[in-house]
């Protein structure tokens, strides 16, 4: 779990995905290496907006450095506790 970066209250509007739904291949034994499963996630992201929202710039609306890490397409391991 990657820990919230921090927002002023008075200064956050929340991104709510909910219901994000990705075929992927994961697991570190060979008979889960052949097997697509579906993982969902409901992610919520606070972040300042206000420069996007004065400017109208999409420059200004990009995400906070922490928002930006992504599945990269390819074939990682991961391993469940549970």
Same mark, same amino acid.
């Given at each position: 779990?990657?820990? $919230?970066? $921090?927002?002023?209250?008075? *200064?956050?509007? @929340?991104?709510?995905? *909910?219901?994000?739904?990705?075929? #992927?291949?994961?697991?570190?034994?060979?008979?889960? *290496? #052949? @097997?697509?499963?579906? /993982?969902?996630?409901?992610?919520?992201?606070?972040?300042? #907006?206000?420069?996007?929202?004065?400017?109208?710039?999409?420059?200004?609306? *990009? /995400?906070?450095?922490?928002?930006?890490?992504? $599945?990269?397409?390819?074939?990682?391991?991961?391993?469940?506790?549970?």
């Amino acid at each position: 779990m990657i820990a $919230p970066a $921090p927002v002023a209250a008075d *200064r956050a509007d @929340v991104v709510y995905i *909910r219901g994000l739904r990705v075929d #992927t291949v994961i697991g570190v034994y060979p008979w889960e *290496r #052949t @097997v697509r499963q579906v /993982l969902e996630f409901d992610i919520e992201m606070a972040s300042d #907006t206000a420069a996007a929202a004065r400017s109208d710039a999409i420059a200004d609306a *990009r /995400l906070p450095r922490r928002g930006r890490a992504c $599945p990269r397409a390819g074939r990682g391991q991961f391993l469940s506790a549970g």
